[in-house]
Nanobody, 122 residues
Framework: QLRLMESGGDSVQPGGSLKLSCVVS????????MAWYRQRPGNGCELVLG???????YTGDSVKGRATISQDNAKNTVLLQMNSLKSEDTAVYYC????????????????WGKGTEVIISS
């Protein structure tokens, strides 16, 4: 059983930046596809960024050009750096892992965390 824990959510002003962290309970190496998703108030789930075990990047339209995803294997951590934040980026952000796919939403992946809340407001 893989466990994921997100952190780094905060309330920031528009135009600001945030780095979200996802600590994974074991070394994922090349075994898992990893992704960040978000759920905005009153909206459906969206893929933010993800990568599969081959290193192929998957990018959601909503943050294209404003976010990067990276993996620190030594710390079993997947990071999401978001810049030029907008009010519409307000959401709960979830980290998820799967051995086979990058699904449409975190709850379609094998494992996901409890989420971390990001609020963009002036």
């Amino acid at each position: 059983q893989l466990r994921l824990m997100e952190s780094g959510g905060d309330s920031v002003q528009p135009g600001g930046s945030l780095k979200l962290s996802c600590v994974v309970s074991e070394t994922t190496g090349r075994d898992y596809h990893m992704a960040w998703y978000r759920q905005r108030p009153g909206n459906g789930c969206e893929l933010v960024l993800g990568f599969d075990s081959a290193g192929t990047l998957y990018t959601g339209d909503s943050v294209k050009g404003r976010a990067t995803i990276s993996q620190d294997n030594a710390k079993n951590t997947v990071l999401l750096q978001m810049n030029s934040l907008k009010s519409e980026d307000t959401a709960v952000y979830y980290c998820a892992a799967d051995s086979g796919v990058i699904a449409a939403c975190y709850y379609n992946m094998m494992y996901w965390g409890k989420g971390t809340e990001v609020i963009i407001s002036s």
